[in-house]
């Protein structure tokens, strides 16, 4: 494996960028985290507050997370579902980042076997068929495999909620093919065990998600630019390796992917190596109080065993240069991104962009204080107190900051 990088001269990180089809101001992206602002499956008030102020404060483009393509496809049961009922929700989301300059994008995406908060009728959808850890607590016991025609529809339905993105003004979709979602059910060894054309060896078990972007593609990819958010590895033994992620790298490149995001880790498997560091439990069982006791013993059970993890900035870069030597596709460099340090030498390496979700939670005029001078080093400390607030009624936030108002997370966008 070679590690020479590319000798992209190092550019302005606030200068415009042409992302496929689209023209961003800077290269700072705001990366897809779950905000847990949701009415009724649309968003809410203070999901377009949340949006508006990213923009507001200068990132490039804003990303919002996550939208199943389907009812089916949710893994939380008040997730944003992606269908035409809510569209002027969507479009007053979109209209209030463009307001602030910004551009806005959505991480669209199917949980496949990884539904934790709703029933779904008969087997959850997967790569191959087995007992399903993530849908115990909810009854989910089981997942199958899909065949063709499952696979068919559910292509169809990314290219469905895709062109419902396009119709509210949205620039850009994240097709989310990491963290162990479906699309990463096919990629990662430790979820396909396949031995037809769609398992087995790296570039089989990328077939089917390069196939969904590159339906996508062909259906949106001249008004909006078309991302992947993939996995740099598992990060667990058996899972994918940074090889792998070489070779679906290099298939959704020929795909047509306008930019690949970097990260890494699974939900279930690995949640430390995502974040680079291990979840705030004291926080989490705070959030979860008078959640019965089911689910914090399961998030207990899932830690153990979990490895002690310092977190330490740019925490995928080692990884993330050697896909950066393999492709020329457009990268996002992802992972631990505190600094204008950091930020440079992210692009200096060849990365056409960063890819920020604690920083900016931690403060969202980060880009525009880091542009001004104010600032060159983020204030978040990285004690990732902000995850288990995707499950709190007034949503994410940083536990350094003042909270959400409950109020602006029960009405709906467009209400
Ligand atoms: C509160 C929170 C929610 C997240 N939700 C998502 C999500 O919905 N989709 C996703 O792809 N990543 C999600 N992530 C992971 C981030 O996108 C990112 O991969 C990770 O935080 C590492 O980037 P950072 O070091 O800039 O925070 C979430 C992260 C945080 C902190
Ligand atoms: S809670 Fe705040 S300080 Fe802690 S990781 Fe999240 S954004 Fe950073």
């Known amino acids: 494996m070679t590690t020479t990088l590319p000798a992209t001269p190092a550019c302005d990180p ?7 089809p689209i023209t961003l101001r800077n290269r700072f992206i705001r990366a897809g985290a779950n905000e847990g602002m949701c009415v009724d499956g649309a968003p809410s008030k203070a999901l377009v507050k949340h949006h508006r102020d990213l923009a507001a404060g200068g990132v490039g483009l804003t990303t919002v997370a996550y939208g199943a393509v389907s009812k089916v496809g949710r893994t939380l049961e008040n997730q944003i579902w992606l269908r035409p ?15 602030a300059g910004g551009r806005i994008s959505f991480q669209i995406t199917h949980g496949g076997s990884f539904v934790t908060s709703c029933k779904v009728q008969g087997a959850t959808l997967s790569a191959s068929s087995g007992l399903n850890k993530a849908g115990l607590l909810r009854g989910n016991y089981w997942h199958r495999a899909m065949n063709e025609s499952d ?25 989310h093919m990491g963290h162990g979602y479906l699309l990463n059910q096919f990629i990662s060894p430790l979820s396909n065990k396949r031995q037809d054309a769609w398992g087995g060896s790296a570039e089989n078990r990328a077939r089917f998600p390069a196939e969904v972007l590159r339906r ?6 001249h008004d909006m630019a078309v991302l992947a ?17 070489i070779v679906t790298a290099r298939a959704l490149q020929a795909a047509g992917a306008d930019m690949l995001v970097l990260s890494g880790g699974r939900n279930i498997e690995s949640g430390w190596f995502m974040f680079g560091s291990n979840f705030n439990m004291e926080e989490m069982a705070k959030v979860l109080k008078g959640s019965g006791w089911l689910t914090p013993l399961m998030l207990k059970l899932s830690q153990m065993g979990a490895p002690k993890v310092a977190f330490k900035e740019m925490y995928f870069l080692e990884y993330s240069r050697q896909i950066r030597a393999a492709v020329e596709v457009p990268l ?21 962009a960063v890819v920020l979700a604690r920083a900016l939670i931690h403060e969202p005029a980060l880009v525009h204080r880091f542009q001004s001078g104010e600032l060159s080093q983020s204030g978040c400390s990285n004690c990732n107190g ?12 940083c536990i350094e900051r003042p909270a959400n108002s409950l109020t602006l997370n029960q009405t709906r966008a467009a209400g």
């Open 151 to 175: 696979m068919e529809r559910v292509a169809s339905e990314f290219v469905t909620a895709a062109q419902l993105c396009r119709e509210a003004g949205f620039d850009a979709v994240e097709i």
């Open 216 to 221: 996508v593609k062909q259906a949106v990819g």
């Open 229 to 245: 958010k993939i996995n740099v590895a598992d990060g667990v033994p058996g899972g994918a390796t940074v090889q792998d992620a």
């Open 386 to 397: 902000c995850v288990p607030y995707i499950y709190h009624p007034a949503g994410t936030w």
């Open 14 to 20: 606030f200068a415009p960028f042409q992302l496929g």
């Open 85 to 99: 009922s809510i569209l002027p929700d969507l479009k007053a989301l979109a209209q209030a980042v463009h307001d």
């Open 332 to 352: 996002g460099y992802l992972g631990g991104v505190k600094s204008m340090d950091n930020v440079r030498t992210a692009l200096a390496d060849g990365f056409e």
